[in-house]
């Protein structure tokens, strides 16, 4: 028999009790369990960036984190993201530079471009890139994605 691990977490705001097998990583209890599936699973060895989460603030790769390591904590996926306005200013700079074009890599490359708005106001765009190292798209040559995270970074920069 599987081992399992009374879990107390928070998503999205939720706080969420489960019996969560101890194997389990923290993605997949997000799509499979709690049915957030915004997040995707990628390459799961921590390499693509595509499960790209929160947790206690911090983005991390939910295909490398154990779901009963988040027992205690706080995790906000793109669902939560969204809903609560945080991410809007990049998700209309996404939609306006044309920087998705299948969308699979787009919510992990949200979650990531939105900790580097929060952190690091002044990047420039090689830092830009340099953040986005570890989020990979198949689709958009990086180009639109990166000229897309340097508006929103320029316009918050305006209006301060
Ligand atoms: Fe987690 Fe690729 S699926 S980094
Ligand atoms: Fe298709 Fe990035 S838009 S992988």
Known sequence: ??????TTLTV??????RRIPARQHLIDF?????GLTGSHTGCEHGVCGTCTVRVDGRIVRGCLMLAVQADGRRVDTIEGLSDSGEIAELQEAFHRRNALQC?????????AAHDLVANQP?????????????NYCRCTGYQAIVDAIEDVLVA?????
């Open 1 to 6: 028999m599987e081992y399992a691990l009374d």
């Open 12 to 17: 999205n705001g939720t706080v969420v009790t």
């Open 30 to 34: 997000l799509r499979e369990e709690l």
């Open 103 to 111: 969308g699979f890599c787009t919510p992990g490359m949200l979650v």
């Open 122 to 134: 002044g990047a420039s765009r090689e830092r830009i890139r340099e953040h986005l190292s570890g």
């Open 156 to 160: 918050r920069r305006q209006k301060t």
